[in-house]
Each structure stands twice: as C-alpha cells, then as structure tokens.
C-alpha cells in the first residue's frame, strides 16, 4: 500500500501567517493516465472532512484563494497564506492513484 | 444542493452486525460513486471502499474484505455499510463522501459505531 508521510504532525501558527503541510509518498502518484490523484481535506473539530485541493492544484468550489496546493511525483505541499481562525482543524493529504486509496496521517493546525 | 443523510447511532454487541445508511439528494444518484470512510476515535481516516450504485460495483481495500458490505437502493437513493462480527476495533464513526471533482467531494456527517456488550 502506499504510504504517505505529512510533516508536521503539528503546526503552530500566528493568526495571519502563512502555514506549509509537506505530504510524501512511498511511490509516485502519477497514474498511467497521467492524471495525479493527490487531495487534500481539512477536518474542523467536531465535523466531517471537507475537500480543499484536488489533483495537487486545483482548489475545490468555495475554497479560498489562500489554499494552494503544489508538488509532483510523490512530494507534495499545500500552503495555507494568511491565516484565520477557521482554517484551524487537522489536514489529511489523500491519494487516489494507487488502490488501496490512503491518507496520510493528518497535520493539526493551531494557534501558536 | 448535494446532501448526504446518514442515519443515527448505532450500538452492537460484539460478534454481531450493523447496517448504517446514506440517503443522497441533490443529485441523480447513478451518477456518481459513493465511498465510505472510517475514523477511530482519536485518529486518523481511512478508506474502506465504494460503490457504484448504477450497476453495483464494488471494490474494497483489502483491510474490509470481510468486514464491510457496501449495496444501494437506487429506488430511495440510499446507500448501505454493513459491519459483520463486530468487534471493538470496529468502534469508529464512519462517512458516506460522494465522488466528483475527487473521491471524497461531498460527506455525510458520519455516524457513530460503538461496540459494547
């Protein structure tokens, strides 16, 4: 299966600043069809998960501008400009190239 | 507007089953695969498989073979899990995500599973 490793396990920020999620995989995420099913999901306390990003980039209906999701081949980074109190929650990278499909392990973003 | 209505909590003894449902609206529901998604108190999530409710197709990780069975009502546009031979490594809430853009566009607000003699 496919392993992918997020780092931080924790993210401490000042309301305002930027944040950076780093998400690795134990192989590349580039399907044969050379799409890459790579997501990210923010999971705010006491909700269900929530698409952010989807194929590495692409930011999902209603998502702010202050997502943006980068990377290729099996490192990948979603970058959180400026902020607010209700991007705090958890985020979980996700592949879909590969089945079984996994998560990584999950990032909480907090205040500092 | 897509909406997906799970049903309430559930408690089960262990060594027995339980039946959770999605019921979809907002959208035809063959049009798109439904997966569902476990999470364990405390952790992490994980894909346990999906459904194609137009002809039925399923695929499963290897972990909920024989665990989970996944089916749908097309006539109620309601999708099903069940759990079989529960045990307390099966208390968890689990999701209903309907796919689009990608795997997990859309969820449902989960429902608790707690096995408890």
């Known amino acids: 299966d496919v392993v992918l490793t997020q780092t931080p396990v924790a993210q401490p920020v000042t309301l305002g600043d930027q944040a950076s999620i780093s998400c690795r995989s134990s192989?590349?995420?580039?399907?044969?069809?050379?799409?890459?099913?790579l997501e990210w999901y923010l999971q705010k306390p006491g909700q269900s998960p929530q698409l952010l990003i989807y194929k590495v980039s692409n930011r999902f209906s209603g998502v702010p501008d202050r997502f943006i999701g980068s990377g290729s081949g099996s490192d990948f980074t979603l970058k959180i400009s400026r902020v607010e109190p209700e991007d705090l929650g958890v985020y979980y990278c996700f592949q879909a190239t590969h089945d079984p499909f996994t998560f990584g392990s999950g990032t909480k973003l907090e205040i500092k | 507007e897509v909406q997906l209505q799970q049903s309430g909590p559930e408690v089960g003894r262990p060594g027995s089953s339980v039946k959770i449902s999605c019921k979809a609206s907002?959208?035809?529901?063959?049009?798109?695969?439904m997966n569902w998604v476990k999470q364990s108190p405390g952790q992490g999530l994980e894909w346990i498989g999906w459904?194609?409710?137009?002809?039925?197709?399923?695929d499963y990780a290897e972990k909920f073979k024989k665990k989970a069975t996944l089916t749908a009502d097309t006539s109620s546009s309601t999708a099903y899990i069940q759990l079989s031979s529960l045990t307390s490594e099966d208390t968890a809430t689990y999701f209903c995500?309907?796919?689009?853009?990608?795997?997990?566009?859309?969820w449902g607000q989960g429902t608790l599973v707690t096995v408890s003699s």
């Open positions: 907002g959208y035809t529901f063959t049009d798109y695969v």
């Open positions: 995500a309907r796919s689009g853009a990608a795997p997990f566009a859309y």
């Open positions: 459904i194609d409710p137009e002809y039925g197709s399923t």
């Open positions: 192989q590349s995420l580039v399907h044969s069809n050379g799409n890459t099913y």
